[in-house]
């Protein structure tokens, strides 16, 4: 590098950025494209399972193949994100052509644009370039960051911190490799809704264990260094799967990692985090588990809907709808809980929204009662529909409403409108 980089902050909101690859490393740049209110065309063969959940969510537009020319079209810039240099050096010739800004995952050197390490509180955005040295603005991030959360800075030599961990930690032959592992709820979806805690434990994390529906923002922060596992590409069916992340997390640990298992709102809502604690427990390796704000009741707040009020609620109900009402399978008595007069909150109950509402009516709650669904609550993305009972099956697959949501019921719904 002969001169100085000179720093700037692109407003990218509405304008076209290319990302060119569908792996790891784009994983990790589109959060920050999309949160930037970015037009991102990506432009890989094959995509991440993360990635190809934003495409099926309508974030980002995919071309499904290789590089061409006329991808930089009405481009402003122009993300490289694979390994084969070749192939990189044709994407930044075009580039260059064009006067289109290229950032270089592959060749720093050869880029005319880096990536700065980044930490965001509020609206503050703090950018860090190290000279061409990675690591060093990293470094130097970091300790930005602990001075922006204002709170002590960690003694790496001393797990567990509190009673609270030490109370919930098993001690065993990871214990002696310092290798251990941490249960963190991620919060509903704003990255700013972790805890300090999860935060903390985090930026101390050596493999990072992540579901699908973690803030992507979160991630976007990881040191290089740290492995990153993404759960939802693990292949074979739900319950095998489940078995290779508790298998993954008792093996980074007996190997002296420290693992954090990130997990969607509260790692035991719905989150399959008991079975993970017990792998663990079973297998000797110390955990913490790190409660996070579960998107049951957080949905609601962030569209307006307090879980209870005085004089309107005093109980609220968080119920699985995965399962249809009349399915064997079912472990819920949906005739009670018609006869509730609280909220009550469904889960994963899109699919079968009008079983359920039909169920719920059929043993006498009534049809009038308001009813919401909230989508991608706390997120750039969220979408609040208001209807009742009778109605919010219809509703929301006239709207198009899809997963992450979650529906409410009861006259909470109203009770904030003025
Ligand atoms: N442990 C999680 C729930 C996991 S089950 C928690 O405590 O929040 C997954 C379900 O959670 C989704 O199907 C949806 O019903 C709900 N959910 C998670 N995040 C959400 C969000 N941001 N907005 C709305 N619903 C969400």
Redesign the pocket.
């Known amino acids: 590098m002969s001169a100085n980089p000179y720093p700037l902050g692109l407003l990218l909101d509405g304008r076209r950025v290319v990302v060119v690859g569908g792996g790891a490393v784009a994983t990790r740049r589109v959060p920050a494209l999309l949160d930037a209110g970015a037009d991102v065309l990506l432009v890989a063969p094959e995509l991440t399972p993360a990635l190809q959940a934003r495409v099926d969510a309508g974030r980002l537009r995919w071309a499904p193949r290789r590089f061409v020319p006329e991808d930089l079209d009405g481009a402003w810039l122009v993300q490289v994100a694979i390994d084969d240099p070749i192939a990189a050096a044709a994407v930044s010739a075009v580039a260059d052509e064009r006067r289109i800004f290229c950032v270089r995952a592959d060749d720093r050197a050869a880029a005319t644009a880096w990536t700065p390490a980044v930490t965001r509180q509020g609206p503050v955005t703090v950018a860090v370039l190290g000279g061409g040295d990675p690591r060093r603005a990293m470094s130097v991030r970091d300790a930005i960051r602990d001075l922006l959360a204002a709170r002590p800075a960690f003694d790496e030599s001393a797990p567990p911190r509190s009673r609270a961990d030490a109370a919930t930690d098993t001690t065993g032959a990871a214990g002696t490799t310092g290798g251990r592992v941490a249960l963190v709820?991620s919060g509903?979806?704003d990255p700013e809704l972790i805890t300090v805690k999860g935060w903390r434990l985090l930026t101390e994390a050596d493999v990072v264990v992540a579901d699908r529906?973690v803030p992507g923002l979160l991630l976007d922060e990881l040191r290089p260094d740290v492995e990153l596992v993404d759960a939802s590409k693990i292949p074979y069916g739900p319950s095998r799967a489940q078995e290779e992340i508790n298998q993954i997390l008792v093996d980074r640990a007996l190997a002296g990692k420290v693992v954090v298992r990130l997990?969607?709102?509260?790692?035991y809502?719905?989150?399959r985090g008991g079975e993970e604690l017990l792998a663990c427990a079973e297998a000797g390796v110390p955990v913490t588990v790190v409660p996070?704000v579960?998107?049951?009741i957080a949905?609601p707040a962030a569209a307006g809907i307090p879980v209870t009020h005085r004089g309107v609620a005093h109980e609220f109900t968080v119920v699985s709808g995965h399962v249809a009402p009349d399915s064997p399978a079912s472990l819920v008595r949906w005739d009670a809980l018609a006869g509730l007069r609280g909220t009550l909150v469904i889960?994963?109950?899109l699919k079968n929204l009008a079983a359920i509402t039909e169920t719920l009516i059929a043993h006498g709650r009534p049809p009038g009662t308001p009813a919401a669904v909230?989508?991608?609550?706390?997120?750039g993305a969220q979408r609040v529909l208001r209807s009742t009972l009778d109605a919010v099956a219809a509703d929301a697959s006239a709207a198009d409403l899809r997963?992450?949501?979650?529906v409410v019921v009861g006259d909470v719904v109203g009770a904030l409108d003025v």
């Open positions: 709820g509903p979806g529906l997990k969607g709102g509260d790692p809502v719905f989150g996070g579960t998107s049951s949905a889960l994963m109950g909230v989508q991608e609550a706390t997120t997963p992450p949501a979650v």
